[in-house]
């Protein structure tokens, strides 16, 4: 049996946001300061980041006055595993379901398929993967 993927909360992904929009390993203090959107407890910050820990998402060097922290997943390669769990779960891995509900109540408009056909004639043509 596949090991399954394992996931992050709301607060976890918010701290991973924060240390990979940093590119270089922070401390507890300097995640804090880079979480703009919250207000955290600095036992509760500690916790959540030993915690990433555990899960494999984050590594701790222990130093003299302060561990610092890194990533050791990358932004990209969890925003593509959660992006393919999303369309499977919700979607029946149908990208065309996907649109069709987001266009029916309005998340998406006329403007963004045109993006989205300009975005797919690109990639035809054998363009740049990127958004």
Excluded: H
């Amino acid at each position: 049996m596949p090991e399954e993927r394992k996931k992050l909360g709301e607060a976890e992904l918010e701290i991973m946001q924060a240390l990979w929009q940093a590119g270089e390993a922070l401390t507890a203090p300097r995640v804090m300061e880079a979480l703009l959107n919250r207000s955290w407890a600095m036992g509760a910050l500690i916790t959540v980041l030993q915690r990433l820990v555990q899960k494999g998402f984050l590594a701790c060097e222990k130093r003299p006055r302060a561990s610092t922290y890194a990533p050791l997943v990358s932004q990209e390669d969890y925003l593509a595993g959660e992006g393919k769990s999303f369309l499977e779960r919700l979607y029946g891995n149908s990208f065309r379901s996907m649109v069709a509900s987001f266009y029916g109540s309005n998340v998406i408009g006329d403007n963004d398929i045109a993006d989205l056909q300009r975005y797919l004639a690109e990639l035809q043509e054998g363009g740049s993967k990127d958004a």
